[in-house]
Nanobody, 124 residues
Framework: QVQLVESGGGLVQAGGSLRLSCAASGRIFSISAMGWYRQAPGKQRELVASITSGGSTIYGDSVKGRATISRDNAKNAVYLEMNSLKAEDTAVFYC??????????????????WGQGTQVTVSS
């Protein structure tokens, strides 16, 4: 099966920066969009940033100017760099992908494939 595994979360001081990584593994034969979402306690999950296979990007309003998303298509990986972190950036960050993979030799395409999430805590 397919797995999206995030890394890079943890405790960061306000004003600091972070870099999150997500790698997709499994019998994947294509990934279109990849992205990062986050969910703070008591709030809905929201888009942080997304990127297409061609490199087009979209950013959530709350992170515009502070976040940069990138991807390595050869590694099926997506990265998120954020700076000027604020306490309100504290959340679980989830990797997301629209991808096609082989399931017992049957091609399956699935939107919104999710990672398990990585906690980011910004201390003020």
């Amino acid at each position: 099966q397919v797995q999206l595994v995030e890394s890079g979360g943890g405790l960061v001081q306000a004003g600091g920066s972070l870099r999150l990584s997500c790698a997709a593994s499994g019998r994947i034969f294509s990934i279109s969009a990849m992205g990062w979402y986050r969910q703070a306690p008591g709030k809905q999950r929201e888009l942080v940033a997304s990127i297409t296979s061609g490199g087009s990007t979209i950013y959530g309003d709350s992170v515009k100017g502070r976040a940069t998303i990138s991807r390595d298509n050869a590694k099926n990986a997506v990265y998120l760099e954020m700076n000027s972190l604020k306490a309100e950036d504290t959340a679980v960050f989830y990797c997301n992908a629209d991808l096609c993979y082989s399931d017992h030799d049957v091609p399956v395409c699935q939107k919104d494939y999710w990672g398990q999430g990585t906690q980011v805590t910004v201390s003020s």
